[in-house]
């Protein structure tokens, strides 16, 4: 496409934002299975070595169909606003959040961040990095005078990490009160846009540094690869340290899931809109049941961070939980019922999938730990997909 035909809506950019002519016309930007590349003379190797000339030397660090992928999301974390991001791409989410911290921490530095995390971010701070002299302070960030309160009194915080909504508890933090106090005292901001995806949410909106995805989830869309993104908006240090600790962590993507989550981001707004239409009625429906106790989606007036949610977030995502009356045994008859909808754990494909995290993610969490975070033995986790409403509340109310 013409790159000076300005796109009005975030749909065509999903769709045409990113992609390349192909030296050989191929419609779509082919799957570069080439672990290296080959350079005209030894004159053109320095060139490139030296970053002289653009292009390709090694997999690693570069790929046209990676490309592709890390332009497209760049493109649509940006959409309409007045800023150029670059994003790398990585083998999953965690890859990209490695990259993220070793990238820009030291020895020394501490991570200021929310207690609901989704559970790898969490372990990776409380396991890996505190070994490299990295501690995570957890607070509840959904109060921003206590967030400045933590600020104030402990200097060694260098990074705020921010995920919203957060999984599991779906819990949302106001992204822009956060980062103008993270501003206030000088420190990097970081935002897991993974549950809102662009389209219905842009950190970078709120001057955050840092954005970054597990692209496994509504990025792909249907389950087919895992995945992750890490985009920054001062270029020269994504082009720097940043890449130089992406290079020598290794944690690359393939050009295999790259295509494939290219493929999927191309109908990122029509699933988005279908999703969330989708987990509105099935939260009204929940609402009326009376086997349930509770419904906690941030499109519910209900919800405790349904102003937040409101205020950042375009539509309230596809993501809910409810809680049975029945508890534990509840939650086992209900999941064991149930016909179309799927029972697994991870989230963002098409289909509607739950999970019962009693009786599987956090089977092995010990109680206090499990009620600190809201996860009741009757709480079931729900990604909503974009099946016929009908076939969604006709599967729920038969299996409750
Ligand atoms: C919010 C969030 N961030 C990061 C990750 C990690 O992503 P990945 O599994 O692609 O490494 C996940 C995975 O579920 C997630 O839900």
């Avoid at 670059?86 to 890859?95: E, N, P, R, T």
């Avoid at 995570?136 to 309160?149: C, F, S, V, W």
């Avoid at 720097?240 to 494939?260: Q, S, V």
């Avoid at 092995?364 to 409403?389: F, W």
Wanted: a negative charge; one cysteine or more; charged letters at 20%.
């Amino acid at each position: 496409m013409d790159k000076n035909f300005p796109l009005k809506g975030f749909g065509s950019a999903a769709v045409h934002s990113g992609d390349k002519k192909d030296p050989n016309d191929a419609h779509l930007v082919p799957i570069y299975a080439s672990s290296t590349y080959v350079f005209d003379s030894a004159e053109q190797g320095m060139r490139r070595f030296s970053g002289q000339e653009e292009g390709y030397i090694y997999s690693r660090w570069g790929n046209p169909t990676i490309n592709e992928a890390e332009a497209k999301i760049a493109a649509l974390e940006t959409f309409g606003l007045p800023l150029t991001v670059k994003g790398i791409l990585h083998a999953s989410g965690m890859a990209a959040i490695t990259t993220l911290i070793l990238g820009t921490l030291q020895s020394g530095d501490n991570i200021l961040t929310h207690y609901s995390l989704y559970g790898g971010s969490e372990e990776l701070m409380n396991k890996i990095l505190p070994a490299l002299g990295i501690e995570a302070i957890i607070a509840d960030l959904r109060n921003p005078d206590y967030a400045e309160t933590v600020l104030k009194n402990e200097p060694g915080i260098r990074m705020v990490y921010l995920e919203t909504p957060a999984n599991p508890t779906i819990q949302c933090v106001d992204i822009q009160a956060i980062s103008e106090l993270a501003k206030k005292y000088h420190k990097i901001v970081a935002c897991d846009n993974t549950f809102a995806t662009p389209y219905l949410q842009q950190p970078f909106r709120y001057d955050v540094d840092f954005v970054v995805h597990s692209t496994t989830k509504f990025l792909n869309g249907h389950g087919t690869a895992i995945g992750g993104i890490l985009l920054g908006k001062d270029i020269d240090r994504m082009k720097g340290p940043i890449t130089k600790t992406h290079r020598l962590l290794g944690g690359n993507a393939n050009p295999f899931d790259a295509f494939l989550l290219t493929q999927g981001i191309k109908t990122l707004e029509i699933r988005m809109d279908r999703h969330c239409s989708n987990a509105l009625e099935v939260a009204r429906f929940l609402e009326k049941q009376d086997a349930v106790k509770k419904v906690n989606y941030t499109g519910l007036a209900s919800h405790p961070d349904h102003a937040v949610a409101g205020k950042q977030m375009r539509h309230p995502g596809a993501m809910l939980s409810f809680e049975l009356k029945k508890g534990m045994q509840g939650g086992i008859d209900f999941m064991n019922k149930l016909k179309m909808c799927i029972r697994t754990v991870s989230l963002g494909t098409v289909d509607t999938l739950l999970c019962h995290p009693a009786s599987m993610t956090h089977y092995s969490v010990p109680r206090e730990a499990k009620e600190q975070y809201g996860i009741t033995d009757g709480l079931i986790r729900m990604n909503v997909g974009i099946e016929n409403i009908d076939d969604i509340l006709a599967d729920l109310e038969q299996a409750l």
